[in-house]
């Protein structure tokens, strides 16, 4: 295969790949996602690396949250492999006018707020992190919630909790649409801001709720949340991005106000391979990205995921997985079941994903 082959699929060239004297593909040259603050608390989840208390159980000598030494290679392949397969395609943007408007608004209201909440994917924690989070939040009181928990498997969770724990990091899981882990992020939140009314009280104030923004991406489960923990739909919520279009407080009993806020965006991402991630959990607009060549490149992940692997596509679809070549892929299926309709196919196998018809999986490991 030659580069003028790559019209029909994702492939790159072998020198395009950087490697060390070892051999092996060096990642030197790609840039890595830093992780964010460390003021969190982790509730919920357990599992063999978990104590009593619900709190992860962290060899701090240890690289538990890598899992196995080939597990982790997988996973560090596969972020070098995303990485030049975005390379060659257009890239991934999006920033409607209402979130620019949102932003503006939200840092004022960061003034007001006693905790901040910001709500995550699960599936992919550092593509949903903000670059200017920590920047805007300053020394402010945060809780990270890594929402949709349902749809990453145990191991991804302990992978994630370990991680940050590590960091001094805290974080809670929680499912938004079936209500776990939002009751408990409704104490912490109240137990981070306890000190408000204390201070209040020094001054002669009189008491008054707790203010909790929750802030995030696009369609990453914060009105649902809210909702949740008002245990009534006040807020708009759909399984789209940019549903949520103003700022809006409401009262949870007496004690907490939240503020519930569009998604938003950095108005330019730089990191592609984080972009097409977006494109595939659904947490950023349809009309941002080609989708044929995002469904080619989720064909081409899942191949390489240790919890998926192309005998799972295979199965589902009944044809053979080039691992190389996720567009040709995607044409077959067109053929199979649309008419030859390659946009369909692509698609069919974007909403599958979602929808968990390849088993409910992580698109993210920690950094090692």
């Known amino acids: 295969m030659n580069a003028s082959q790559l019209s029909s699929g994702l492939w790159i060239p072998p020198n395009f790949v950087p490697t060390n004297n070892t051999g092996r593909v060096s990642l030197a040259a790609i840039p890595t996602l830093s992780s964010q603050s460390p003021t969190i608390q982790i509730v919920g989840v ?38 030049y397969w975005t390379k ?16 503006r608004e939200l840092k004022e209201q960061f003034k007001l707020m006693d905790v901040v909440i910001e709500v995550r994917d699960g599936r992919i924690p550092m593509s949903t992190s903000h670059p200017q989070m920590d920047l805007w939040l300053g020394n402010r009181k945060r809780i990270l ?8 498997t145990t191991a991804d969770r302990n992978a994630w909790a370990t991680y940050y724990a590590r960091q001094g990091t805290k974080v809670v899981f929680s499912n938004g649409q079936h209500g776990m882990g939002v009751m408990k992020l409704g104490r912490l939140a109240k137990e981070l801001a306890a000190d408000v009314n204390v201070k209040r009280r020094a001054k002669g104030l009189l008491p008054r709720a707790v203010r909790a923004g929750i802030v995030g991406y696009p369609n990453v489960g914060k009105s649902s949340l809210v909702n949740r923990l008002l245990k009534r739909r006040m807020c708009p919520s759909a399984p789209r991005p940019g549903v949520t279009r ?36 659904d947490d950023i607009g349809e009309r941002s990205y080609d ?14 995921l240790p919890t998926v692997g192309g005998d799972v596509l295979r199965k589902r679809y009944k044809i053979d997985v080039d691992s190389q070549c996720g567009k040709m892929f995607t044409k077959k299926l067109a053929l199979q079941l649309f008419n030859g309709d390659v946009n369909q196919a692509a698609f069919r196998i974007l909403a599958d994903f979602r929808k968990g018809k390849f088993g409910w999986t992580s698109l993210e490991r920690p950094p090692r």
């Open 291 to 304: 989708v044929d060549d995002v469904a080619a490149i989720l064909v081409q992940m899942l191949t390489k």
């Open 145 to 152: 919630v890594l929402n949709k928990e349902d749809m990453i």
């Open 46 to 83: 357990k599992g063999s690396n978990w104590s009593e208390n619900g709190y992860a159980n962290v060899n701090h000598n240890s690289n538990m949250f890598d899992g196995p030494q080939g597990e982790s290679d997988n996973w560090t392949d596969l972020e070098t492999d995303l990485y």
């Open 88 to 103: 060659t395609l257009r890239p991934v943007q999006w920033f409607p006018g209402h979130i620019a408007k949102a932003e």
């Open 246 to 281: 103003e700022l809006r407080w409401v009262h949870f009993g007496k004690d907490l106000e939240l503020l519930d806020s569009p998604g938003i965006l950095p108005m330019r991402i730089n990191d592609q391979s984080a972009a097409v991630k977006l494109a595939i959990c």
